[in-house]
């Protein structure tokens, strides 16, 4: 007796769950069938009208075709500038330290520089008069001996 | 005998096929659809989905003398299709920064374009509701899972038509699709 109404409730509570199961997958199953209808309604509008999403894809196209170029040229200014700053800075500190720390050298070099001008000079100015400007070269030697005769009469 | 009628129904099968691709409007306007339905479902982008239809027709318009008809010509146009979107999947996860998709589809999206035949606004809420529930764990699949799902229950193709168009196993199949209807049928609310 305590045996049969055990199968029993056992037999019932299988068939519960079976109909719980069934009523689960019937629901999956229409579930499913809904989304199928609902993907192929969706589908088959962009079909008839492709264009809106044709024409998003052109100005999304468009607008990466002019971003891409315009964020590259902004790029390589935001890189190179400071880089180009930067190199140049650290060259006119360079020299400043050499200075610094130099600075008898730097002198010399400037005393140099100022020799092989004077001598640049010195040579220029002791050239041969060229033939073409001989009597102007005599005419301002003469010039010298007279006011240096003057100066000696006075 | 058998053996012999077999062989020319194959035959016959694969010479409408080819037939089939000669007109090649025909096969746009009878396909398109279907192709861009698929696409829609793996890739839940609108715009991507388009371009990737017109790139598969293009394609097959370029390779409609290599079409032989050992395939149907459904199932030639879902391994296009298929192909394209594993590049362009491939692509995508190089270009990270692009993740923010301006015409991604939602699930009220899909759920407004539920047929509005229903008997009564509540069985229509409770549809779209269902809808949308479908559409949110389906994005949750992985790529390959979100793949066979569409195939099988979006685009209604026999498991070995799957496989065909994926150039996968058929266990393979069936253990993606296993896996996906139990993610799909747990995030319902119901036993995995």
Not at chain 1, 102 to 109: G, I
Not at chain 2, 106 to 111: H, K, N, R, T, V
Request: charge should be neutral; glycine fraction near 2%; charged fraction near 25%.
């Amino acid at each position: 007796m305590k045996f049969r109404r055990e199968a029993a409730g056992e037999a019932e509570t299988l068939i519960s769950a079976d109909r719980e199961s069934r009523e689960e997958v019937r629901e999956l199953a229409e579930a499913l069938s809904l989304y199928r209808s609902a993907m192929s309604h969706l589908a088959e509008r962009s079909s008839v009208h492709p264009r809106a999403a044709a024409t998003r894809a052109a100005a999304a196209f468009r607008f990466r075709l002019l971003l891409g170029p315009a964020l590259g040229a902004a790029l390589a200014a935001g890189i190179l500038l400071p880089m180009y700053g930067h190199l140049h800075h650290r060259d006119a500190v360079a020299l400043q330290a050499q200075e610094k720390t130099t600075p008898d050298a730097a002198l010399a070099r400037a005393s140099v520089d100022d020799t092989v001008l004077m001598n640049q000079i010195d040579s220029q100015l002791s050239e041969t008069v060229p033939d073409a400007l001989a009597p102007l070269a005599d005419l301002s030697a003469q010039a010298s001996a007279q006011s240096s005769v003057s100066e000696k009469k006075q | 005998m058998e053996e012999i009628a077999t062989t020319d129904l194959a035959i016959e099968k694969r010479e409408q096929a080819v037939l089939e691709l000669a007109d090649f409007d025909e096969v746009v306007r009878v396909y398109r659809p279907r192709i861009l339905r698929f696409l829609l479902a793996s890739l839940a982008d609108s715009d991507t989905a388009e371009t990737l239809t017109q790139e598969c027709f293009l394609k097959a318009w370029a390779a409609r003398h290599q079409f032989r008809g050992e395939s149907s010509l459904s199932t030639w146009l879902t391994r296009i299709a298929v192909n394209l979107m594993r590049d362009h999947l491939r692509s995508r996860s190089l270009r990270f920064w692009q993740k923010t998709r301006g015409t991604a589809l939602d699930a009220l999206d899909i759920s407004d374009w539920l047929p509005d035949g229903r008997s009564s606004p509540e069985s229509l809420a409770v549809a779209r509701r269902q809808v949308a529930e479908v559409w949110k764990a389906v994005q949750k699949l992985s790529a390959q899972q979100r793949t066979v799902f569409a195939l099988r229950f979006v685009e209604e193709m026999e498991l070995d038509e799957i496989a065909a168009a994926l150039s996968m196993n058929l266990s393979t199949v069936k253990s993606h699709l296993y896996r996906a209807l139990a993610i799909v049928r747990e995030r319902m609310g119901g036993k995995r």
